[in-house]
């Protein structure tokens, strides 16, 4: 049985995968130890290209078009430059839109190319290179806490963990933020405000972790300029206390959060790395049987956000609310509480 | 492989994007019958990467259930021999990103139109349509940087009837050839021309050095003529070429196994065909629909012909992109409970973030199967277009063609805890007319099935006959105007046995007699002077029909449904109509 998991470790080994989004050149090698902001590959994205019109533009006819060409192909051109003209005084003139060569000529028209741009791409996290693969990306290793979460808003950033509020079911209010938050990774317990996150701007934080995100900010938090995670996903859920209580035992702490949940084919998990001063972390094995005693977070229904532990794996399918009958577990949700979840609905918490 | 003859036991895996489903069909006697099945998590992506983990796990429990020896020395044991293994071993899929394409063509209503019907027909997303509507300043540029940005993996190039429009299409083909040779040579979008065939050869010489070029017949050879099939084959095979052998792991399983990967599409329409044969009725089609987490799959097959649509939206993936599309209210109207949206477009964002999930409250069920009733719509309106249904199975403008039976797969919609709600969910979304038996693939083994039939016909009809879809009833649902709670339709039920009941249906309502799985009867049905049951208007008739899990229902709220606008008297309709159900 397979069943989902999470990681919300304190001490573990930490691979971060970092890959160019176009074949690029890699510019550290295996053993390397790199720093956040170190940049690890470059890329030379597509350049900008325009197609001249020349015959059209000059309303000259197709065939003597080329006569009126004051370039030919494979000089480089200046933004401004005159591309071809028609008559002295008041002639009609093409000009270059920007800096570049000029990449083909033909049938009244050109092809121009703009300077290529070069796409940086920074270790985010501290460690070591332990794999380098040509014209793609590294993979860092780091020891330290690692806590995978939800929902993020695809920005990355590095900076120090400030834990803001008291209780995992308590919001990052504006009123939280100040002056002494500017370059910190502000934690919250349950969701944030549109107020907040304006505040936050404002205050130049560097990221935000949150329980939950409200649907209606998506939009406002993609624009926002720096990364927003929720460990929950969406709503209003409180941050799962196993999680919360973690992120408080590390306050203070440096740490580099990446909001990416790549896409529909390619998803990924955002997730927050906290690098630790020591050599040697947990192995995590997430491929062993799950076991009484278990860490388990709830993903559906009213406990939906909830951790706890598998008190009992169970021998008949479990009733649910919907009249559904599935395989699955009770589990101890604290203060004595007994829940029976569906397996598809848990998710073991390394 | 043993020979086709010899195959007494074959195991089929269902690589889903969220379920992997593992079948194990053996011989058992004269007839084939599903001995056992198991069914895991999908792993082909992160954490896990790689499809073979489930597939290895859920060999594991088909061990345990059946106390054979599927998988042996690192792979699956074929053939068979003695208690060892399986004499064939076939992998069908869907759990991979499709065709991301590029539609290049010249008019809407008629190349293009034709382009987009052949893209649906396999596993396969329209990135951006190019053509020269919408008055481009600079169309050939604004074409070439739509491909260079996009880089797809491949542009359907049409346009032009036979012998028709010539520079317009090379125009286009330049624009294409423009953007490839931008692109680093890998990246290059293979370019299947299926336009005007007086071009093929222009054409391959524009494009032919700089990328692959695959020309077929032309999906409109004539204004009134559309011929799509050998477009479809061409973007199917580049599905498989392109995404089938390179999904995670699969380089895996296709070593154990020396049969071809299939899509999930296709093996299920396979069925459909079949089931239409089966019927042997000329005068309706049959329809067959696959509601899965992250598309939907509509088959149909009218007068012979087969038709495939799959459309890029489930109950679980790319949720948010269609609501984004379609708005939430479309969903919210179905939804029987008060809800806000803030609430229900939380729960659509929790549930594309965790696919695997399962609705475990009543808000949530309902929330999903509102989903259901909304993909089924939009497959329906996009798939339908394209079927040739001819006179006999049209009963009204604007509605459904008259299909008989209806199939109903995928885990969106089998797995509803009640019958009833995957019957009402089914009809609400399509909106059948006529007279239609409702067969659900309970054990969602009909795409295995399909893929059986490439190999051994025999043995994937006996499957399907061995009790692999459960009946949910037959559904009777007459069109025409009439006033709420006038009579619409006068019925005697005679069952088998001879025990008899005289019936009435109200116009507006959804009613249910008993008629249990297996059991059949014979209807004498009086519709009224307007109203049509799939026998002209006020005609009426006997017919045997098949009774189900919900029973015999008589569909009588109208076609098209419409939905009280007042948002409190549509909730106590749906809810009447739940109840109706037994939902």
Known sequence: MIIQHCIANPLTTIRTPR???????????????????????????????????????????????????????????????????????????????????????????LLLQGEPQIVRLNALVPGYIVEAEPGEGVVIETVGGFIQALWGNGYEAHGVLRMLVREAAHPIRATLINASSQGSILIGGSTLDEGTIEHAKEMRVRGMIVGSVPAGLIPQLREAGFPVIATEGIGTTPMTQAIFDLLRSLDGREASISGDIGNRWHP????????????????????????IGERVRLLRGTYRGRSGTIQKKLAKRVQ?????????AAVDIGEGELVRVPYVNLERLF | MAEAHNIDSILIVDCGTVITKLLLLERVGDAYQFVAQAETQTTGKPPWNDLSIGVVQGVQELESITGRTLYARGRIAVPCTGQEGVDAFMVILSAVQPLRVVLAGLVREMSLESGRRAVRGTYATIEATLSREGNLRAPQETWARTIRDLMPDAVLLVGGVDGGARRPVLELAEAVALASSMLEEERRPTVIYAGNTALRSQVTKLLGDITHVVTTDNVRPTTDTEHLGPAQSALEELYTEERLRTAPGIEGLSAWSRLPLLPVATAFSHVVDFLWHREGNADRGVLGVDVGATTTTMAATFQGRSYVSVYEHGVANGLIDWVETHGLDRILRWIPTEMDEESLLAMLYNTELQPSTIPQTTQELWVELAVVREMLRATLSTAGPAWDIGEAAMQATNVMPRTDPILISGGGIVLSPRPGQSLLAILD?????????????????????????????????????SGALVSLGTVISPVGQAKLGEIVMRMGITYDGGRALNVEAHYGEIEVWPLLDGQRATLEIHPGRRIDIGMGPGQGGKVEVLGGLVGLVVDARGRPLHLPSNPDRRRRTLNRWIWDVGG
């Open chain 1, 320 to 328: 649910l609310e919907t009249g559904a009958r599935l395989p699955g």
């Open chain 1, 19 to 109: 890959r160019l989004s176009h074949p690029g050149t890699v510019l550290t090698r295996t053993g390397d130890s790199v720093e956040p902001s170190q940049i690890v590959a470059q890329a030379v994205m597509l350049p900008d290209f325009r197609i001249v019109d020349v015959a059209q533009e000059l309303d000259v006819p197709l065939r003597s078009a080329n006569s009126y060409f004051k370039v030919e192909r494979g000089q480089a051109i200046s933004e401004g430059d005159i591309l071809a003209s028609k008559g002295r005084f008041g002639s009609r003139v093409c000009q270059a839109p920007f800096t570049g060569k000029v990449a083909g000529v033909g049938r009244g028209r």
């Open chain 2, 429 to 465: 979304g399509l909106q059948p007319v006529g007279i239609s038996t409702l067969l659900l693939d309970s054990s969602r083994a009909v795409p295995a099935i399909g893929a059986v039939a490439a190999i051994k016909p025999l043995a994937a009809a006996s499957a399907l006959e």
């Open chain 1, 268 to 291: 990924m998990r955002p997730y927050i790395v906290i690098p630790m001063p020591t050599q040697v972390g947990r192995a995590i094995q997430t491929d062993a049987p799950l076991a």
